[in-house]
């Protein structure tokens, strides 16, 4: 839960709501082929045969707070061609603004890990 206190009260927001929020914003984003599971754990548990396949939105996303500001991992996989700066700097714009608008929260970093090309 990230913890929002105004002058009307305390707001508390899941991280679950951000990372559909920022998930869905990413799967939008040009550039874009994939979304990888953030840590070895989720990557083991996909690699299971007998494990269901289903895409989340909310994939390759981590969320935390940090001295009241957003801290994001993001895990992608980009298309091939592209030139991976301009999309890194894309994406990092796109969902800093996203979550800006969206909740009047300030965002502290967003970290995108390209995991792989596809072609």
Known sequence: MVLVRGHLGDINISRRFFAQLIGGTLT?????????????GKTLLEA???????KYVDRGVAVRTVRGKL????HITVMYGVNIASVVKSI?????YVISEETDLEVGSVNVFV???KS
């Open 28 to 40: 939008n984003c040009f550039g874009v082929a994939d979304t990888n599971a953030v840590n070895v």
């Open 48 to 54: 299971l045969p007998f494990i269901n396949k289903k």
């Open 71 to 74: 801290e994001i991992d993001l």
């Open 92 to 96: 990092q714009h796109k969902i800093a």
């Open 115 to 117: 995991d792989g090309i």
